[in-house]
C-alpha cells in the first residue's frame, strides 16, 4: 500500500505549494499592513511630511486659490496673505516633525481598532502650545504683510465711501469722501499704534480661548489719538472748504438771533436776514474762518478727553465790521438805485419841490430828466453808509460768543449721542471684555457651541474617538450600511491577528503528514517533508521577482504617465509621491515575502540534509559506547 500513501503524500505536497504563497501572504500582511509600526515607517521613508509643506502646498494653495490666496477671506480690509507667507507661517507653527508625531500617535490609537485588535481609540492631539507657538508668527506676519497699512488700501477706501453713503448727511452740510477720511485717519491711527493695540489684545485673548483664563478685557486706549486726530482733522476741514460750511450755519444763527427776519431802513429800503447773512458770510475771508475754526479745535480737544465739561470760543466780529458795513453798504445803494431808477420823470423844479419828502424818510415821487442817481443822492443828502452803521451793523455784537450748547444745537440727537459716546470711549477707551462675547454669541446658538468646542478643544488638545467615528458615519447617507461593513472587515482582521500562528501549525503538519505518508524511515521522512518545502519556498522567491517587474512596475509606470497627461502640477506632484509610496510599500511586501521564502528555503534544505545524513547520524547515535571491565 505504499503506492497508496505516496499517492496522498504527492497530493498533499501540490497542496503544499499551492498553498505556500498565500500563507505567506497572509503571514506578511499580518506583519505589515496590520502592525502600525510598519505604516509609520512607510511614511517616514516616504517622508510625506516635509513633502506637504516644501512640494505639494507650495504648488497647491496657488492653482486653488490664486497667487494672492483670492478664495480665502482678505486679511485686515484688503491687505492679502500670498502662500508663501501662509506656508511658512504654518510651517513654523506646525512642523513637520510635529505632524508626523499627531500622526504616528493616531496610527497607533486607531490602528488597532481598525484591525480588529482594540474595541475602542481615543485620539489626543494637544494644541495648547501650538496656540503658543502661533501667536508670535501671528504678530509676525502680521507686521511682514504689511496689514497694519489697511486703511491706506484701495478696498478700504472702497469701503468707507460704503460706509459714509449709508452714514447720512453730515452735520452742517459737511462732505467728505472716502479718500480724505482714508487720508486723515493715517494720522490718526498710524501703523506702529495700529500694531501695538492688535498685540496687545491678542494677548489679552489667547489665555482665554486657551482656557488658562476665565475672562478678557481688551483695552484701546484712544486719548493720546486726540491730538493728532485734530491735527488731522484740521487738514481734512480746510482740504473740504468745512469751515466755510461751519461758519456760514453760525453766521445765519447769528443774524437770525440780533437782526431778526429784516431791517427796514429809510427810503423805503429792505434788507432780508438772508441778504444780511449771505453779505457777512463773503466779508469773512477763507483765511479768518481758518483760524477762528482751529480755535475752536484746539478748545474742543480737552472736552473729547474729558478734560473739560465744555468750552466757548469768542469770534471777534468787530474785526470784520467794516467789511460788513462795505458790502451792505453796496447792496444798499443798489436797492436805492433801482428804485430811483424806478421813479417816473418829472421837471427840475417839481423835484426840488418835491425833495422836502428825503427828509420824512421817502424818496420823492418823481426824478428831473437828465439827472443821475448820484447828483440825487447829493441833493437829498443821502448817507447809504451811516444808514447800513445805524441800521444793521449797530445792531450785530462787537464779539460772539460760541458755546458748546450752541453748536450742540445744530446736530441732530443720533449725532449728540454719537458725541458722547465718543467722549466716552475717549475718557475710558474702547473696552471689549467676555461678557461682550457672550452677548454676541447668545444670538446664535450654534456659533457659541463652536467657541466652547474651541476652547474645550485648546484647553484638552482635539480629542476624537470610535464613538465619534460611529457618530459621524451615522449621519452619512446609507451609515448603518456602513457601519456594519467595518464591524465586519475588524471582526475578520482580528481573527487574523489572533490566528496568526495557525499557519504555522497547519504547515508543520501537513508536512509532518507527508513525512509520514511519503517515507518509510527517518531519512524518507524527512526527505519527503523538506522536498515541498524547498519547491514551494523556490517558486515563492521567483515569483517575487517576476510579479513586480512584470506587473506591478509597469502598472505604476502607466499610472504615472496618465498623471502627467492630465493632471496639473499639484496634482502631479500628489500622484508621483503617491506612485513612489506604494512602488515603496509593494517592495518592502515583497522583499518581506522573499525573506520568509529564503528562510523557508534554508529551513527545507536542512531539513534534506539532515535526512540525506540520518544514516550516519543514527549509526554515531545507536553506537554503544565502550565501558571498563
Not at 157 to 184: I, W
Not at 216 to 222: D, G, L, M, P
Not at 259 to 288: F, H, M, R, S, Y
Request: net charge neutral; aromatic share 8%; proline share 5%.
Amino acid at each position: 500500500m505504499i503506492w497508496l500513501r505516496r499517492s496522498l503524500a504527492v497530493l498533499l505536497a501540490i497542496g503544499f505549494v499551492l498553498l505556500f504563497p498565500l500563507v505567506l501572504v497572509a503571514l506578511r500582511v499580518n506583519a505589515t499592513l496590520l502592525d502600525p509600526s510598519f505604516v509609520k515607517d512607510e511614511l517616514r521613508k516616504a517622508d510625506v511630511f516635509t513633502f506637504a509643506y516644501d512640494e505639494y502646498l507650495p504648488a497647491a494653495l496657488p492653482e486653488t486659490f490664486g497667487q494672492d490666496l483670492e478664495g480665502l477671506p482678505k486679511a485686515l480690509l484688503g491687505k492679502q496673505i500670498t502662500p508663501q507667507d501662509a506656508l511658512a507661517a504654518a510651517k513654523e507653527v506646525a512642523p513637520p516633525s510635529w505632524l508626523e508625531q499627531q500622526v504616528e500617535g493616531a496610527i497607533d490609537q486607531a490602528w488597532p481598532y481598525f484591525t480588529g485588535r482594540a474595541d475602542h481609540f481615543a485620539i489626543v492631539v494637544p494644541l495648547s502650545d501650538r496656540v503658543d507657538a502661533a501667536v508670535p508668527v501671528v504678530k509676525r506676519t502680521l507686521r511682514q504683510t504689511g496689514a497694519y497699512t489697511f486703511v491706506s488700501s484701495p478696498e478700504f477706501v472702497t469701503e468707507l465711501d460704503r460706509q459714509l453713503r449709508n452714514f447720512g448727511n453730515l452735520p452742517f452740510g459737511l462732505t467728505v469722501n472716502g479718500s480724505q477720511l482714508s487720508k486723515a485717519l493715517q494720522r490718526i491711527v498710524p501703523p506702529d499704534w495700529l500694531q501695538s493695540q492688535a498685540e496687545g489684545a491678542l494677548d489679552a485673548v489667547v489665555p482665554y480661548f486657551e482656557g488658562k483664563q476665565d475672562s478678557f478685557k481688551i483695552t484701546v486706549h484712544v486719548a493720546d489719538r486726540v491730538e493728532p486726530g485734530a491735527a488731522a482733522i484740521k487738514d481734512l476741514l480746510r482740504e473740504t472748504d468745512a469751515y466755510r460750511h461751519i461758519f456760514d450755519a453760525v453766521v445765519s444763527k447769528l443774524v437770525e438771533d440780533n437782526v431778526g427776519q429784516a431791517v427796514n431802513l429809510p427810503l423805503g429800503v429792505t434788507v432780508t436776514k438772508d441778504e444780511i447773512g449771505t453779505l457777512a458770510q463773503q466779508a469773512l475771508p477763507p483765511q479768518w474762518l481758518q483760524e477762528q475754526g482751529e480755535r475752536l479745535l484746539d478748545q474742543a480737544v480737552p472736552y473729547l478727553k474729558g478734560e473739560t465739561a465744555s468750552f466757548t470760543i469768542t469770534l471777534p466780529l468787530d474785526e470784520r465790521k467794516p467789511q460788513i458795513k462795505q458790502a451792505l453798504a453796496g447792496l444798499v445803494d443798489g436797492k436805492l438805485r433801482a428804485l430811483f431808477d424806478a421813479l417816473p420823470q418829472c421837471s427840475l423844479p417839481e423835484f426840488l419841490a418835491k425833495t422836502a419828502g428825503a427828509a420824512t424818510g421817502r424818496l420823492p415821487d418823481c426824478r428831473p430828466q437828465g439827472y443821475s442817481y448820484e447828483e440825487a443822492k447829493r441833493t437829498l443828502g443821502m448817507d447809504v453808509a451811516a444808514g447800513v452803521e445805524q441800521g444793521i451793523v449797530a445792531l450785530l455784537p462787537g464779539q460772539w460768543n460760541l458755546s458748546l450748547s450752541d453748536l450742540l444745537s445744530r446736530l441732530s440727537t443720533k449725532d449728540r449721542e454719537r458725541l458722547d459716546s465718543f467722549r466716552k470711549t475717549v475718557r475710558e477707551g474702547w473696552v471689549y471684555t467676555d461678557t461682550d462675547l457672550q452677548r454676541v454669541l447668545a444670538k446664535n446658538a450654534d456659533t457659541a457651541a463652536t467657541v466652547d468646542k474651541v476652547r474645550t478643544a485648546i484647553r484638552d488638545g482635539w480629542r476624537y474617538t470610535d464613538a465619534d467615528l460611529r457618530k459621524d458615519l451615522e449621519r452619512q447617507d446609507g451609515g448603518q450600511a456602513t457601519l456594519q461593513s467595518l464591524d465586519n472587515a475588524r471582526r475578520w482582521l482580528g481573527l487574523v491577528g489572533r490566528l496568526a500562528f495557525l499557519p504555522y501549525l497547519i504547515g508543520i503538519a501537513v508536512l509532518a503528514i507527508i513525512g509520514l505518508l511519503g517515507g518509510r524511515g527517518v531519512r524518507g521522512r524527512l526527505l519527503w517533508a523538506a522536498a515541498p518545502l524547498v519547491v514551494a519556498s523556490l517558486i515563492v522567491i521567483v515569483a517575487s521577482a517576476v510579479v513586480y517587474s512584470a506587473a506591478v512596475g509597469p502598472a505604476l509606470e502607466s499610472a504615472l504617465a496618465n498623471a502627467r497627461d492630465t493632471a496639473d502640477r499639484a496634482q502631479l506632484l500628489a500622484a508621483a509621491k503617491g506612485i513612489a509610496v506604494a512602488r515603496t510599500l509593494v517592495q518592502d511586501f515583497l522583499a518581506g515575502i522573499r525573506a520568509q521564502a529564503i528562510l523557508f528555503l534554508v529551513l527545507g534544505l536542512v531539513l534534506a540534509a539532515i535526512g540525506l545524513a540520518w544514516p550516519r547520524l543514527a549509526q554515531r547515535i545507536s553506537r554503544p559506547s565502550s565501558t571498563p571491565t
